[in-house]
């Protein structure tokens, strides 16, 4: 009996010293878990209403009519692209955009121009411009760049600026200079003349692009003429193909993926565009306007409104999945243009020996970080059907694409229209190079050949084009981050 009894007082001393210390350690790590933020994060059920949960759900996994993922191209970008490509657009061969920004619209009367100040694009004079770019001695393949002296900038880059409207007669005849080969059937772009009164260089560092406040009836009639008139779509189809239209409703989706690939990726890449574009409004918004320096940066709010999918009636991770994309269509574009870019005589040339080095080595940095991708997409799949049936699907495809390169002349902000024009042009130069592998392979080692040529202008829209989704991307991350500390 006296066992019994001492067993069992032994077993209760047990069971409250256990739970004393029990006890006490929850308390300890409770204390721990309030005041250390680093040791509470644990992987926690999302809310249906969430930030998270309500933007990027759904932005995972394997994109449409590709095989490759968004965490892929995620870090990819943002550890391996984007530091390179940002670096290589400072370069003064990729800063200066040779461009016309005074071309009437080609479609319906002018409605005017954006009057806010942010919407201008200021003159630089010409001394500011690099020697060798004016003098067009960067088309001459087989002549040494003079080596100068490094040109200072013409302004600070906060502020704003980049047109020369005062370039001689002399510089304008040197860009005639420039032989190119101008088969109109490469060309998805209607390309600026560049030796025009009216072509003026544009310092794209000092013209950032960003929220202007262009808006209402011009802006939408640009968009909606781009989507209702150019994207291909059935003739029985009467919802509107604008992603703005309020009448859109939750069917849009099952006819377009009913569509042939051909015309899935024209409406992607536009999309894509479009998103881009809206990326870069949200990422550099004007936050204050102050009397001495205005305040950029990104606008969560302004973010949500655009790609949250309760904000768009559920578009907004599908607009984001078309900029990935139009990424993959671009990356690819880079990866096969290379061997023309690895031919000693093309020179990035601006008049000054070391810097034209540097670029060209960068630049080729890029191109064997694009080669080394594993999941480009395959353009081969396109236009592979019956050879005639393909040739003018084919023309189609392009003449759309360029009659969308002419809509941007209608844009009424200058500083929208420059960049507008630039990425278009951009994403036509890619095209150009994806539908030219075979002049790309017969290309010489040592001469230029008339089958495949990029003129500068296309060389500097391709890769600031490119530099565009890259950032856009980039500051995705950027808004992730930022919407983890609002949530």
């Known amino acids: 009996m006296w066992k019994t009894i001492f067993q069992t007082l032994g077993l209760l001393a047990l069971v409250w010293w256990s739970g004393d210390r029990v006890l006490d350690w929850y308390q300890q790590n409770t204390v721990t878990l309030k005041t250390d933020p680093q040791k509470s994060e644990r992987p926690r059920r999302l809310s249906a209403d969430s930030p998270e949960q309500s933007c990027f759900c759904h932005l995972t996994g394997v994109l449409d009519d590709c095989f490759c993922d968004i965490?892929?191209?995620?870090?990819?970008?943002?550890?391996?692209?984007?530091p390179r490509v940002k670096r290589l657009t400072e370069r003064d061969f990729f800063r200066y955009y040779r461009v016309n920004l005074k071309r009437p619209c080609p479609f319906w009367p002018d409605d005017g121009h954006c009057s806010n100040r942010d919407c201008n694009v200021e003159p630089c004079p010409e001394s500011m411009i690099p020697v060798g770019i004016k003098s067009g001695n960067f088309n001459k393949y087989t002549k040494a760049p003079i080596p100068v002296s490094d040109v200072a900038s013409c302004e600070r880059p906060t502020d704003l600026g980049a047109i020369n409207s005062t370039l001689s007669n002399q510089s304008k005849e040197a860009f005639v200079d420039w032989d190119r080969h101008d088969d109109a059937q490469d060309h998805f772009c209607e390309l600026d003349d560049e030796s025009s009164p009216d072509a003026s260089y544009v310092d794209l560092l000092l013209n950032p692009e960003r929220y202007t406040g262009y808006q209402g009836a011009s802006a939408w009639r640009v968009w909606n003429s781009i989507y209702e008139e150019n994207c291909f779509k059935p003739r029985s189809v009467y919802r509107p193909l604008n992603p703005l239209a309020p009448s859109r409703g939750e069917g849009f989706y099952n006819w377009l993926e009913g569509l042939c690939l051909e015309k899935r990726v024209f409406y992607k890449l536009i999309s894509g565009l479009h998103s881009s574009i809206n990326m870069?409004?949200?990422?550099?918004?004007?936050?204050?306007?102050?009397?001495?320096?205005?305040?950029?940066?990104?606008?969560?709010?302004?973010?949500?409104?655009?790609?949250?999918?309760?904000?768009?009636?559920?578009?907004?991770?599908?607009?984001?999945?078309?900029?990935?994309?139009?990424y993959l269509i671009e990356l690819r574009a880079l990866s096969k243009v290379a061997p023309y870019f690895?031919?000693?005589?093309?020179?990035?040339?601006?008049?000054?020996?070391?810097?034209?080095?540097?670029?060209?080595?960068?630049?080729?940095?890029?191109?064997?970080?694009?080669?080394?991708?594993?999941?480009?997409?395959?353009?081969?799949?396109?236009?592979?059907?019956k050879t005639l049936e393909a040739k003018i699907l084919k023309e189609e495809f392009r003449l759309h694409f360029k009659n969308i390169s002419r809509i941007m002349d209608c844009v009424g902000c200058s500083k929208c229209r420059l960049w507008g024009k630039l990425q278009t042009q951009g994403l036509g130069t890619a095209l150009k190079i994806l539908f030219s592998e075979k002049e790309i392979q017969r290309l010489s080692e040592h001469s230029p050949s008339p089958a495949f040529q990029l003129t500068r202008q296309e060389i500097v829209a391709l890769l600031n084009g490119f530099a565009r989704l890259s950032t856009s991307i980039h500051q995705l991350h950027v808004f992730r981050s930022l919407l983890k500390v609002t949530r």
Request: proline letters at 3%; a negative charge.
């Open 71 to 82: 965490e892929s191209i995620d870090s990819f970008n943002n550890f391996k692209i984007y």
């Open 280 to 326: 870069h409004l949200c990422s550099q918004y004007l936050l204050d306007e102050g009397w001495s320096k205005s305040v950029w940066g990104p606008n969560v709010q302004e973010f949500r409104q655009r790609f949250d999918p309760a904000e768009t009636k559920g578009e907004g991770t599908r607009r984001l999945k078309n900029l990935y994309f139009l």
């Open 342 to 385: 690895e031919r000693t005589f093309v020179n990035l040339y601006t008049g000054n020996t070391q810097e034209d080095g540097a670029t060209k080595d960068l630049l080729l940095q890029i191109f064997n970080e694009t080669r080394a991708f594993p999941m480009h997409f395959d353009e081969s799949s396109m236009f592979a059907g």
